[in-house]
């Protein structure tokens, strides 16, 4: 079966601080990877996508950037991190094609002090 | 394009009481439909699923969902809820063949005691 890992679980951070946050999925092969960011009260905002390695689609620019090194693994990034950064991250994946179904990891929740 | 409504943001229902989330959706081509649960700081789950064939969607929980394509609505229903239902529960549409799943902005099911 499928898994998906997010770590860490929770950040506290400064602003002007660098941020990496890790996403793995296992069980699963070529997968389409998703980055959204939950901000209170704002519902789901889509930041990145995507459908293959070095592959990424940005939906909102901003000071956040995300990067896949490997089929199953995909890393958001920020090399300075903003007050509004703060709020929880999500991963999730999907099938390559076809039902694009999306599964999601436990999210990471970031503060940015 | 593809687009989701959920006109309610909260729904407060007494336990054991019935409960209907509503959800309409915008789409120009044949769509997939879905109803996710989040517990607070936890990840989406999947509560069920509208691919083809039967109007009527039953999903884990005791939750089901009925499509409807002249009004373009898939509805959440419960007959009797719980006080572990309480969690924000997302609508989500993908046309097919599109790698994105559109999310809603969530409604807060607070189920009082």
């Known amino acids: 079966s499928q898994t998906i890992h997010q770590w860490p679980a929770t950040l506290v951070q400064p602003v002007g601080s660098p941020l990496s946050l890790e996403c793995t999925v296992e069980g699963t092969s070529n997968p389409n990877l998703y980055w959204y960011r939950q901000a209170a009260g704002r519902g789901l905002q889509l930041l990145f996508y995507s459908v293959g390695i070095g592959q990424i689609s940005s939906e909102v620019p901003q000071n956040l950037s995300a990067s896949r090194p490997q089929d199953r693994q995909f890393i958001l990034s920020s090399k300075k991190l903003l007050l509004s950064d703060s709020g929880f991250y999500l991963c999730?994946?999907?099938?390559?094609?076809?039902?694009?179904?999306?599964?999601f990891g436990p999210g990471t929740r970031l503060t940015v002090t | 394009a593809q687009s989701v409504t959920q006109l309610d943001s909260q729904v407060p229902v007494f336990e054991e009481a019935p409960v209907e989330l509503r959800c309409n959706y915008s789409s120009s081509v044949s769509v997939y439909l879905f109803w996710y649960v989040q517990y607070p700081n936890q990840g989406l789950q999947l509560l069920l699923k509208y691919l083809s064939g039967s109007t009527l969607v039953k999903g884990i929980n005791g939750f089901e969902a009925e499509f409807n394509k002249s009004q373009t609505s898939f509805h959440l229903r419960k007959p009797s809820v719980h006080i572990s239902d309480t969690a924000e529960y997302f609508c989500?549409?993908?046309?097919?063949?599109?790698?994105?799943?559109?999310f809603g902005t969530g409604t807060k099911l607070q189920v009082i005691p």
């Open positions: 999730a994946w999907s099938v390559s094609s076809g039902i694009y179904e999306q599964y």
């Open positions: 989500a549409v993908n046309s097919g063949g599109y790698q994105k799943v559109t």
